[in-house]
């Protein structure tokens, strides 16, 4: 458990320089709390204990097999049972209720979204038990890790031929296959369908602006004010006017502000640390609007200069990301010399 603690944490300073940031801006802003999925809330009791006996689920029935082992064996102790609860306590907090996710829809299951992409949780806990267990069940019985390892070489080839029938045959739910590739159209692209990946299928997808509702900006935003981003409009109070952006390096400019403007909406989505400047390079007051968009009182300015400054908390996560890797790659040269001095005593 200790080093199950210590990867955590080290894996969330390698990562500090997106982690971080993006839970401080998903926190700043009203981004959607998308893709709306059932998964988000969890489900009842009774379909986590079918999921956990779930034939396809290999991990969940190697843990209840080898566990009946190491009863029979008399050796089922005090670690097993705390990897094994820790197990079912985090299926539980990822697929049931009895984790209030309603009560953190924002602030948690929104940065989360479908609590299945963090199964790692219950299987980093769940493979921990079984490699404990195949170990101590090897010195009664020596047939134990052939035997084991037999079986997941064969359940690991079915998965790549699964994986090999989705990628060449058209698959509708993962349920029904058939025998040909359907290429993307109108009717089935947004649907759960897998498609052969092809230059030609991508384009596809790529000339639908419309697939790209479920993202990351304010509630209804892309699907109510499309034109807004695909043809940069912005609004001076209640105008919308085109042509009236620029970019110059990585500055976002907003030209041509029209007289007595009170407010002016940017085609920009709001991010917390975006400032806006006049020409003369007096700050301007930015902050988000009902519609999510980075919004600026012009004060008379002309033009507008906007721009990006790190906040101190993506400042602070860069100087983590950094003296994590830094402090990892010392660890793996001092590692690397050790062995091989060590290496070098040994053949004198």
């Known amino acids: 458990m200790n080093q199950l603690l210590r990867s955590v944490l080290l894996t969330l300073g390698l990562s500090a320089a997106f982690v971080f940031p993006f839970i401080e801006q998903r926190l700043a802003n009203n981004w959607a709390n998308l893709p709306n999925n059932p998964d988000l809330?969890?489900?009842?009791?009774?379909?986590?204990?079918?999921?956990?006996?779930?034939?396809?689920?290999?991990?969940?029935?190697?843990?209840?097999?080898?566990?009946?082992?190491?009863?029979?064996?008399?050796?089922?102790?005090?670690?097993?049972?705390?990897?094994?609860?820790?197990?079912?306590?985090?299926?539980?907090?990822?697929?049931?209720?009895?984790?209030?996710?309603?009560?953190?829809?924002?602030?948690l299951s929104g940065a989360l979204q479908m609590t299945y992409r963090w199964h790692f949780m219950p299987t980093i806990l769940g493979s921990l038990f079984v490699a404990f267990a195949v170990t101590d069940l090897m010195k009664i019985k020596q047939k134990m890790l052939?035997?084991?390892?037999?079986?997941?070489?064969?359940?690991?080839?079915?998965?790549m031929m699964l994986n090999t029938v989705a990628k060449n045959c058209h698959v509708?739910?993962?349920?029904?296959?058939?025998?040909?590739?359907?290429?993307?159209?109108?009717?089935?692209?947004k649907?759960?369908?897998?498609f052969g990946v092809t230059n030609d299928n991508i384009q596809v997808m790529l000339d639908r602006p419309s697939l790209a509702l479920d993202d990351y900006r304010a509630q209804g935003q892309e699907r109510n004010a499309k034109r807004i981003y695909s043809d940069s409009l912005v609004q001076f109070d209640k105008q919308i006017l085109p042509n009236r952006t620029m970019v110059k390096g990585q500055d976002f400019y907003i030209i041509g502000v029209p007289r007595?403007?009170?407010?002016?909406?940017?085609?920009?989505?709001?991010?917390?640390?975006f400032a806006a400047f006049d020409t003369q390079g007096k700050r301007l007051k930015a902050y988000k609007n009902k519609g999510g968009f980075l919004s600026v009182n012009p004060s008379g300015a002309k033009t507008i200069r906007l721009t990006y400054h790190k906040t101190s908390v993506h400042q602070i996560s860069l100087i983590i990301f950094i003296i994590t890797w830094l402090a990892l790659g010392r660890y793996w040269l001092i590692y690397f010399i050790k062995g091989m001095f060590y290496t070098s005593r040994l053949k004198h």
């Open 41 to 107: 809330f969890g489900a009842n009791f009774s379909t986590v204990l079918m999921r956990i006996f779930n034939l396809s689920d290999v991990l969940s029935l190697l843990i209840i097999g080898l566990t009946a082992l190491l009863i029979f064996y008399k050796k089922f102790n005090y670690v097993y049972k705390i990897l094994g609860l820790s197990y079912i306590v985090a299926l539980l907090f990822l697929y049931s209720n009895l984790f209030p996710w309603y009560l953190f829809n924002r602030e």
């Open 172 to 189: 509708d739910g993962f349920n029904n296959a058939t025998n040909h590739i359907v290429a993307p159209n109108k009717d089935n692209l």
């Open 146 to 159: 052939p035997i084991v390892s037999v079986m997941l070489i064969y359940l690991s080839f079915n998965g």
């Open 191 to 194: 649907t759960d369908s897998l």
């Open 260 to 273: 007595n403007t009170r407010s002016v909406q940017t085609p920009i989505t709001y991010l917390k640390g």
